[in-house]
């Protein structure tokens, strides 16, 4: 159900995600009702909290219960007085009562002739933090809106990383792929393809070390991985190393990828073919690049809803060429052809949200300015190729596909 827009929420989406019993967590929270009196300040605080966290969903005219583990999980189904015109409210007080504004995507749908289900989505924000009308500033940690001064040491952490969101969350990023890249020794010296796919503003981990395993396990099952090879385990991560051999560029290819606790997908494929066109010393297809864009966009997919993470997520696509000249060699499709690129590197990056990411006329869009950076010119900007080659991936069974069983619960 999470991976859909709240608009395109049925009432039978919202009684089979109940019936998995997921828990109230960081990204997720039930209410019963709405009260006239408290329910506008309710509603700033928890989405407030959101915003300056990763984002979420809150779910509306759902009772609350108490599993074994004492973790907030859905009852029965009790609805919201259609009269009210909650979502309408809800929309309302995003503007009038946070500072800055917060502007969330809000669905209904009904439960019966008098009642319906309100359906929150709040995205994680950049223009943090947001304080409602009190002035005071919330976080959300767990199953709980906490006041940001409420603490000790964490209220000076959170305050400052919400104040420096950007340039914090920034310098984390780097050190996670520089930490990834040193855990799978790569040889900066050699050209090889890097695709990132991580939290736009990472600043804490996303899940535990059971969640984290079971996911890359899973993953397993597409096209960029290899199901046979082992997972290595290290500091906040796992990770797989392996060759890979293909026909098409008629070499073997060192391929490595890890997935770490911060939620983030590192992949990287050294070029080793030497039959690559046009006096290169290495070579890689476009397609093939493509192909794994594709195949890790579905694993990140999967990764982000087992952990029910729902902000803005961050795709990079790079091709370097240090130490040696590479040839991004285009699918014949496209009919071009481009000079190798020599000591040189060269990445694309895109901001995207969670239920977007597998959006074919994104991810078109993504290779498009992967391949106007690699110089093929200004006809791929209009050209309807990239496009159609997507949309074939989408047909293709051979890229795998995991299905979601049981709770997403954070738990595995």
Known sequence: MLEKHPQEIDISDVR???AQNVPE?????????????KGNQQIAKLVSAFANAHGGW?????EEKKDSQNRGVPGALKGIDKSLRLGERIKQICLDAIYPPVVPEIGTCDLDADNEIVIVRVFESDSTPHQTLDGKVYIRTNDISHLSDDGTEARVTDIEL?????AKTTAL???LIERARTRLQINPEVPQLQITIMPTFPDVPICDYDVLTASAEACRAFFAFRSSTKLHTGHEAVFQSFERTSAVEEGGRRTMFEFNVYGMIYYTTVIVSNKAPQGAQYGIQSDVALGMLY???QAAEHYYQRTQFSGLVSVSMALQAKGGSAALMTNPALGMTVEPIRDRFFSIDSNILTYRMRDPSFIAEIYRDFLWSAGYGPEIRSSAKPLELV???EEDASFGKVVIAGSCNGKG
């Not at 990204?27 to 006239?36: F, P, R, V």
């Not at 809150?58 to 759902?62: A, D, K, N, S, T």
């Open 16 to 18: 089979a995600f109940c």
């Open 391 to 393: 949309q074939s991936l």
């Open 58 to 62: 809150v779910l509306l005219g759902i």
């Open 162 to 166: 919400l104040l420096n969101k950007r």
């Open 25 to 37: 967590s960081r990204w997720l929270d039930y209410k019963e009702a709405y009260s006239s009196s």
């Open 173 to 175: 990023r780097s050190s």
């Open 295 to 297: 195949s890790l966009l």
